[in-house]
């Protein structure tokens, strides 16, 4: 059985991961934007899920590191973040009492210790505050499954072909797809039987999204909502994700040439009217991915909606050249530095020399503190 410290030691390294993910992201995509690639949608979408991935897959390679430093492959090694840390301050690099400074780098082990005991008030806040980030996680994500399988089990179906079924329903005014098991739905509104031009749009949109695997992805995020409930950085990472499937969607079903950009731009604008008037259990369904949704602003873009950057970016559209190249010269940074980062967190191990050095002088100032105290009290009397 996996012992209650070390679950919580994952849990932490798994969200300041997140949060050091995200930022690198940030930073990623500012610079694509320098060089001219903000509309390769393609690109970012992957470099976003490869570092998902690597998030995923970093205690793995924490416990490769561990394994090959035990064994005296790696001892030479030292990429602990703590102790670096130490060393700078006993360089002369922090201006801070000894003592201080080791509450400070002991913050954290401190921190796991009152959680696991429950001791103080901050620790059953931050109990409080995850449990019920969980539950009401955990509650909204049966509660919008439930919704999303009542309006797919109320809609007809209409075609079928493989996996894939197409179904019409008198309940939702937005086209949308989503998947069970082993078979894949795109559910249409019934009043586009008559709309021609809005069922084409909408069928290549949603087998677009299919093609791309953007459900598979949807889902996992969905599902880990819960666990991450109190980290902003996960949910404006499920968010850039939304948007840029959304924004590379767009861009690869108009490449393909089938539909023209007026065409398409004035679906989108038809059906985002139409969503005003949406159903609540529509809204809160998941998981699936949709053709458009009209409440969605951009961090960062001023009141510019989601949708008019959707039609700003198809008017703007073009096409990268070497996305393979690109793809792989942003990502193997990107990935060094998570792995990187996911090693130096780590708890540090056997008491180091420099470790050994401060706690002698944290020592020897509590002793200097003790002794003027006494000689304090002597001259008093």
């Known amino acids: 059985m996996i012992p209650g410290d070390a679950l919580l030691d994952a849990f932490i390294d798994a969200n300041i991961l997140v949060c050091v993910a995200y930022a690198l992201w940030l930073v990623t995509r500012i610079l694509l934007g320098r060089l001219g690639l903000k509309h390769a949608y393609g690109t970012q979408l992957r470099l976003l899920n490869s570092v998902f991935l690597t998030v995923a897959f970093a205690p793995f390679v924490v416990l490769l590191y561990t394994t090959l430093q035990r064994s005296g492959i790696a001892g030479g090694v030292q990429l602990n973040l703590s102790d670096m840390i130490v060393s700078h301050y006993l360089n002369g690099g922090i201006g801070m009492k000894a003592t201080e400074f080791e509450n400070l780098i002991l913050m954290r082990d401190t921190f796991t210790l009152n959680v696991l005991s429950g001791a103080g008030w901050v620790a059953w806040a931050a109990i409080a505050a995850f449990l019920a980030g969980t539950v009401i996680g955990g509650l909204r994500l049966v509660c919008s499954m439930f919704c999303l399988h009542r309006i797919v089990a109320d809609s007809y179906a209409w075609r079928s072909f493989g996996r894939v079924r197409i179904r019409l329903s008198d309940r939702t005014l937005v086209p949308f797809s989503t998947r069970g098991l082993r078979t894949y739905y795109v559910v249409l509104p019934s009043h586009m039987l008559g709309r021609s031009d809005e069922m084409r749009v909408s069928l290549a949109h949603e087998f677009q999204h299919l093609r791309q695997g953007d459900l598979e992805w949807e889902i996992l995020l969905e599902a880990l909502k819960p666990l991450f409930f109190l980290n902003p950085a996960y949910h404006a990472w499920k968010r850039q994700v939304e948007n840029l499937r959304e924004l590379n969607c767009d ?102 020399q420099d470790r050994l050095m401060l706690s002698t002088v944290v020592n020897l100032e509590r002793l200097d503190e003790i002794n003027r105290l006494s000689t304090f009290g002597r001259v008093r009397d």
């Open 251 to 352: 861009s690869e079903v108009l490449t393909r040439g089938r539909i023209g950009i007026r065409t398409y731009c004035e679906t989108l604008l038809s059906v985002c009217q139409k969503t005003l008037r949406r159903d609540r259990a529509f809204v809160i369904a998941v998981p699936k991915v949709t053709l458009v949704t009209a409440d969605r602003s951009v961090i960062g873009l001023g009141k510019q909606s989601f949708l008019e950057r959707r039609i700003n970016s198809l008017l703007d559209r073009q096409r990268l050249a070497q996305p393979r190249l690109v793809f792989a010269a942003a990502v193997l940074p990107l990935i060094a530095a998570i792995l990187l980062t996911a090693v130096a967190i780590q708890r540090p191990g056997d008491w180091s």
